[in-house]
């Protein structure tokens, strides 16, 4: 057998994967167990923010590995502590909770808001319809798409849902018992919808006015992938809590739970912990994504690619009928179709191009944040032979 034979056999099928195994990859590209190269315009979904074999990550990740990999929060690290430096002083933030991923900075963030609605009695959290925002129990409730609470039972009590980018609607959905407002910045899986300058705007002040804490989803459109470090800098308005992982840490697990100290304050010892969350190896990890996006030159990269990508698909959506909309922000966008999108995937990955999609319709652009206007050009030349053979 194969690898995705094997794989097939064995792993437990919480996938639809591609018959496809990889082995190695470099900058922009990845190659299979064939030789086979493709050009990567997933990068993990918004992972790989700095490519693949990134050689200063490679090497703080081999150096740390030989003096630490991990050990218990009981204790701090030089790695842990120098990185949730540059997180706070790089924004709007005051402390840093350390865990392994989207889903559990979101669960991190539930729980924050809730115990800091427990002086006034509220637990009422509001979040989107089209949202995602994990698997774990209360991630998948906050999501705002009821297919993915099918199957099983009932979800986390007191979460609400209102229309994303519809000021009356989420007006019309807060009580009294209110205690947050969840969303994200950039919508990722719901289709990569924006939200809007007014609304976002709007949002911040009715949370401010009642004393609701308003927490962002930068899971996917956060670490730099707007062309700012964090998504909200790029709306310039700032949240109470924030969630950010995927990129965080070149592909090393990572997630991260960011608030406001008056509201940090809520955790006392024992309310929340993560085993791994902001252990040496991927701390180390994430220190060397900061610095290079901060000094590197990365996110004046990410906006000006940004820019470019948007021009490109604009003529895509203008050349082709069936293409209804193109949108998205940096180095976070899609083509919507009037169509399922899977076959098409499906075949860009056979002609050398990883694409994924973001819903049914949607096909979602989320290369590396080191991407150049010839890896662009070249994605564009193979989604275009591909739907030229489209009627």
Avoid: W
Avoid at 238 to 257: E, F, L, N, R, S
């Amino acid at each position: 057998m194969n690898t995705f034979e094997k794989g097939e056999k064995y792993v437990m099928h919480t996938y639809n994967r591609f018959p496809l195994a990889f082995t190695h990859g470099e900058g922009m590209y990845v190659y299979d167990e064939d030789g086979k190269e493709y050009l990567d315009f997933v990068a993990g979904i918004a992972v790989n923010s700095l490519g693949h074999n990134y050689k200063p990550l490679v090497d703080a990740i081999t150096e740390q590995a030989s003096k630490m990999i991990h050990i218990s929060n009981l204790y701090y690290t030089k790695p842990q502590t120098e990185l949730a430096e540059k997180l706070v002083e790089a924004g709007s933030l005051d402390k840093v909770f350390y865990c392994n991923s989207g889903a559990e900075s979101i669960e991190a963030a539930l729980k924050l808001a809730r115990k800091y609605g427990s002086k006034t009695g509220r637990q009422e959290i509001i979040t989107m319809e089209h949202s995602f925002h994990g698997r774990t129990f209360g991630a998948v409730t906050a999501t705002g798409q009821p297919h993915y609470h099918e199957g099983f039972g009932d979800m986390l009590p007191h979460i609400k849902y209102a229309v994303y980018n519809d000021i009356e609607s989420l007006k019309n959905t807060i009580t009294d018992r209110t205690i947050a407002i969840l969303f994200e910045p950039v919508q990722g899986e719901g289709g990569i919808h924006p939200a809007e300058q007014a609304y976002i705007e709007e949002v911040r002040k009715i949370c401010t006015k009642k004393d609701i804490l308003l927490i962002f989803d930068e899971v996917q459109c956060g670490v730099g992938r707007l062309g700012t470090l964090f998504a909200y800098q790029y709306f310039d308005v700032v949240p109470d809590i924030m969630c950010t992982a995927k990129g965080i840490a070149g592909g090393i697990p990572c997630g991260v739970m960011m608030a406001k100290a008056r509201v940090a304050e809520s955790f006392k010892p024992g309310d929340h912990a993560s085993t791994f969350g902001g252990n040496p190896l991927a701390t180390a990890a994430g220190n060397v994504v900061v610095d290079t996006l901060l000094n590197g030159g990365v996110l004046d990269n990410v906006k000006k690619m940004g820019e470019y990508l948007t021009e490109c698909l604009e003529k895509v959506k203008e050349k082709y009928s069936f293409v209804t909309d193109a949108r998205g922000v940096g180095l976070m966008q899609g083509i919507e179709l009037d169509r399922p999108v899977g076959d098409i995937v499906g075949k860009c990955i056979k002609s050398g191009l990883l694409l994924v999609n973001a819903g049914k319709n949607v096909i979602r652009f989320v290369p590396s944040l080191i991407v150049s206007k010839k890896d662009i050009d070249k994605a564009m030349e193979i989604l275009d032979k591909v739907l030229s053979e489209e009627k």
